[in-house]
């Protein structure tokens, strides 16, 4: 399959926390991309990632690529309830369009 | 528009009745890509429209499956003799560019076919 793999499924943590999630593809690529999804509808950009950049921050949020082992991840520092999403990596297929991981469920507990 | 407009945000029809699903983009946004997510999984891609070129359907599941984009702007996706496999959340993004920027998504019109 070219979806990519995220792990885990799903991550459960008290508010406060940190929570990682790990994005793994299998092909070459330029760039990459993270998407946060609330009660299963829309996606929204959270940030990107160039193939030339190993680390990116955006607030709360700190993405890292490694292209040699073909994996990315995303740390959401100080979790807060509102957190509460599933979340995307996205990395391109050819020139134009994307193909999504799995998804990671995290749930932050009040 | 400020956003991505899909509609409806509900649908529900019976087997083997046809479906039409519509996306409105951001003005000026060139790209506009469908992908249908069932539930609790991740999204697959249908169709990407850029500009005036050939769409690229690839994605597209089978032949009951189709879409179009009038005057590079709104687009319909339309699913012919529904079954109950094509329940599922379609989604709509659009971009200005075809990657840079990331997608803007739409809130999804749920189709359930009983």
């Known amino acids: 399959s070219q979806q990519g793999e995220e792990d885990p499924q799903a991550l459960s943590i008290q508010e406060g926390e940190n929570a990682t999630m790990n994005c793994s593809y299998k092909?070459?690529?330029?760039?990459l991309q993270w998407y946060r999804q609330n009660s299963g509808r829309g996606l929204v950009h959270l940030i990107l990632i160039r193939s030339n950049e190993r680390e990116k921050h955006s607030g709360r949020l700190r993405v890292t690529l490694d292209t040699s082992k073909k994996s990315s991840s995303l740390l959401i520092t100080a979790s807060r309830a509102a957190d509460t999403a599933s979340y995307f990596c996205?990395?391109?297929?050819?020139?134009?369009?994307?193909?999504f991981g799995t998804g990671t469920r995290l749930k932050v507990l009040a | 528009g400020a956003g991505v407009s899909q509609s409806p945000s509900n649908k529900v029809t019976e087997k083997g009745k046809d479906v039409e699903l519509r996306c409105d983009p951001i003005s000026g946004h060139t790209a506009l890509y469908w992908y249908r997510q069932s539930l609790g999984q991740g999204l697959e891609f249908l169709i990407y429209?850029?500009?005036?070129?050939?769409?690229?359907k690839s994605g597209l599941p089978s032949d009951r499956f189709s879409a179009e984009r009038t005057g590079g702007s709104v687009s319909t996706l339309t699913i012919q003799r529904t079954q109950q496999e094509d329940s599922a959340v379609y989604l709509c993004a659009s971009s200005l560019d075809t990657w840079i920027d990331g997608y803007t998504f739409g809130s999804g019109t749920r189709l359930t076919v009983v």
């Open positions: 092909t070459s690529i330029n760039n």
């Open positions: 996205a990395f391109p297929s050819g020139t134009y369009k994307y193909i």
């Open positions: 429209f850029q500009g005036n070129s050939a769409p690229d």
